[in-house]
């Protein structure tokens, strides 16, 4: 069983920055591509970005590409997402997944989920 808690929503005004971490349980997380969804109010989950177990290769949707940055600390066990010049649309329930393999963009396609975090933008 892999138990991921989020941290680090909250609100923020358009353009600021926030950063959001995803812990894990007992170093487990090295072994599995980690990654962030979201859901925005009356939307359908959406995927938002993915990094490999070790590190080496990220992925990320169209609409964040640029302004967001997946990383993880495997010393911590801990995988952030650094949000940047964020807008009101990025409002949403953000969450951390685990899965075994890279490059998916499904949510049946991650096996573990965190309970999720709100980011709300203002203008």
């Known amino acids: 069983q892999v138990l991921l808690v989020e941290s680090g929503g909250g609100l923020v005004q358009a353009g600021d920055s926030l950063r959001l971490s995803c812990a894990g349980s007992?170093?487990?997380?090295?072994?599995?591509?980690m990654g962030w969804f979201r859901q925005a109010p009356g939307k359908e989950r959406e995927f938002v970005a993915a990094i490999t177990a070790i590190g080496e290769r990220t992925d990320y949707e169209d609409l964040v590409k640029g302004r967001f940055t997946i990383s993880r600390d495997s010393a911590k066990d801990t995988v952030y997402l650094q949000m940047k010049s964020l807008k009101l649309e990025d409002t949403a329930v953000y969450y951390c997944v685990a899965s075994r393999f890279f490059g998916r963009r499904r949510e049946n396609e991650y096996d573990y989920w965190g309970q999720g975090t709100q980011v709300t933008v203002s203008s």
């Open positions: 007992g170093g487990v997380l090295s072994y599995y591509t």
